[in-house]
């Protein structure tokens, strides 16, 4: 494998909202990415190729971050594919079930 010059990246949630936000702004820093999400890689498909219109490396790992075997085969690709990371965005998030505001979760849907 040559080795990796640029940086790596590995955005959890990163094909939307914020996530998405960070990942074009560290692609415009010449970052090579890897972007997590739980969406089908055909729902993200367009947000990977408008990344990649900068020269920037990225790859998709579909997972879910609350999962151990998800995290590790997240790092587990991003390292086979790269050699390398520099730099893990937490940005995975997800809101109480039903959308309701912070003062009406429950405790179940905050420990969620």
């Given at each position: 494998?040559?080795?990796?010059?640029?940086?790596v990246?590995?955005?959890?949630?990163?094909?939307?909202?914020?996530?998405?936000?960070?990942?074009?702004?560290?692609?415009?820093?010449?970052?090579?990415?890897?972007?997590?999400?739980?969406?089908?890689?055909?729902?993200?498909?367009?947000?990977?190729?408008?990344?990649?219109?900068?020269?920037?490396?990225?790859?998709?790992?579909?997972?879910?971050?609350?999962?151990?075997?998800?995290?590790?085969?997240?790092?587990?690709?991003?390292?086979?594919?790269?050699?390398?990371?520099d730099?893990?965005?937490?940005?995975?998030?997800?809101?109480?079930?039903?959308?309701?505001?912070?003062?009406?979760?429950?405790?179940e849907?905050?420990?969620?």
């Amino acid at each position: 494998m040559a080795k990796h010059l640029k940086r790596v990246a590995l955005i959890t949630g990163g094909s939307r909202g914020i996530g998405r936000g960070i990942a074009r702004s560290l692609a415009g820093d010449e970052w090579d990415l890897t972007v997590n999400g739980l969406r089908d890689i055909t729902e993200v498909a367009q947000v990977l190729d408008d990344l990649q219109r900068s020269e920037t490396d990225v790859i998709y790992c579909r997972g879910d971050v609350s999962q151990s075997a998800d995290r590790k085969s997240m790092l587990a690709q991003t390292r086979n594919h790269f050699g390398r990371l520099d730099l893990l965005v937490n940005n995975a998030v997800i809101t109480s079930p039903g959308r309701r505001d912070i003062l009406d979760a429950t405790e179940e849907a905050f420990d969620w």
